[in-house]
């Protein structure tokens, strides 16, 4: 069964700063995978996936998130953040054969001024 | 941008009491699903719903959980009788294709005391 690990539970940056949130997975083959972020009282916005190609994937917000199948990672960058990026980030993946989604526990980032 | 929208946003039940979860999907979307989160753990599907009945459920979906598609609108989550373990974030997403082209609504956070 697929499974995701997010390591860090909690992140502060710096406005300005450069963000990468960690995730792992755990799947037999070639996963689709998903980053997803969710504001206070918001829904889960979907931030970018991936499920072939080119394993360097842009986003919508400035992230941008690289698979690299050696590591069994993907992770998510923002070169610079702004303090709206404050947010959970939820890393999911997904089974090809049966469309649902397997999620991490999330992070939360805060942004300091 | 259209939307899914859950309702209510926050509900308190009495252990043992039955509940109704209310989702309105994007009116041209056919494929339904059910996340929850316990609060502090991962996001969990529940069920996935098509053409008027489940496509998949996992094996927290069991009898006291049943989702319907009432009038062709609404798809709502009945909980029959709540337990404490069941309070939780309760997601509900929808896709016009079977390929996770999901959008979640903003979740309805449900206590049972």
């Known amino acids: 069964a697929q499974s995701v690990t997010q390591p860090d539970i909690h992140i502060t940056v710096s406005e300005g700063a450069s963000l990468e949130l960690r995730c792992n997975y755990s799947?037999?083959?070639?996963?689709?995978l998903f980053w997803y972020v969710q504001s206070p009282g918001q829904g889960l916005q979907l931030l970018l996936k991936?499920?072939?190609?080119?394993?360097l994937v842009q986003g919508i917000k400035g992230f941008e998130a690289e698979f690299k199948r050696s590591q069994s990672s993907f992770n998510l960058r923002k070169p610079s953040v702004h303090w709206s990026d404050a947010a959970e980030y939820f890393c999911?993946?997904?089974?090809?054969?049966?469309?649902?989604?397997?999620f991490g526990a999330g992070t939360t980032v805060t942004v300091r001024a | 941008e259209p939307e899914v929208t859950q309702t209510p946003s926050h509900q308190v039940t009495q252990m043992g009491q039955e509940v109704i979860l209310r989702c309105v999907p994007i009116?041209?979307?056919?494929?339904f699903y059910w996340y929850r989160q316990i609060l502090g753990q991962k996001v969990e599907f529940l069920v996935s719903f098509y053409n008027n009945e489940i496509s998949e459920k996992s094996e927290i979906f069991d009898d006291q959980f049943s989702v319907e598609r009432p009038d062709g609108s609404n798809f709502t989550l009945k909980i029959r009788s709540t337990k404490l373990e069941d309070s939780a974030m309760y997601f509900c997403?929808?896709?016009?294709?079977?390929?996770?082209?999901?959008?979640f609504g903003s979740g309805t956070r449900l206590t049972v005391v």
């Open positions: 991936y499920f072939s190609g080119d394993t």
């Open positions: 009116s041209n979307h056919l494929y």
């Open positions: 999911a993946v997904g089974d090809r054969r049966d469309y649902k989604l397997s």
């Open positions: 997403a929808s896709s016009d294709t079977d390929n996770y082209g999901y959008t």
């Open positions: 799947y037999g083959a070639t996963p689709y």
